[in-house]
């Protein structure tokens, strides 16, 4: 990867560190309920036409993924994290369309998705894969 210009120091850490621990309180929320098997998770997974099992894959990954995003070390597996998070909430996304779900169905994923995005293109250099030609 190269080098991108960034926002000037505080403010892209600002931007960084809002949109991460936003990301973060999010998928850890909804891990843990997917974990739980909630009633309303157990719900709508049914009525998205995928199986129970699902959940327990969708929380522990997740998890990890959190864990993963928030810790300093660890790059590529840092990537890793941004991009299941990513498919994973573009995912949810194109689920609902295909369910024909309304808005509010809709704005859990787009705000991750969103966070994902800003909170990925913000990290700082030594959260990034900095390749050397």
């Known amino acids: 990867m190269t080098k991108r210009n960034l926002p000037a120091g505080k403010a892209g850490k600002i931007i960084y560190w809002i949109s991460t621990v ?25 009525h998205l036409g995928y199986p129970l099992y699902f959940l327990t894959i969708l929380g522990i990954w997740k998890m990890l ?31 609902h369309l295909a ?11 787009i705000l991750l998705l969103i966070l994902t995005v800003v909170s990925w293109y913000f990290r700082s250099a030594d959260r990034k894969i900095i390749s050397v030609n």
């Not at 936003?22 to 049914?46: F, Y």
């Not at 590529?76 to 194109?94: P, R, T, V």
């Open 99 to 109: 369910s024909g779900d309304g808005a509010k169905e809709f704005f859990g994923p």
């Open 22 to 46: 936003w990301l973060a309180l999010g998928m850890l929320s909804s891990g843990i309920v997917q974990l739980l098997k909630l009633k309303e998770e157990v719900n709508m997974i049914t």
């Open 65 to 95: 993924g959190v864990i993963t995003v928030l810790i300093p070390t660890f790059p590529l597996l840092k990537e890793w994290a941004y991009a299941g998070f990513f498919f994973a909430m573009s995912g949810a996304i194109f689920s």
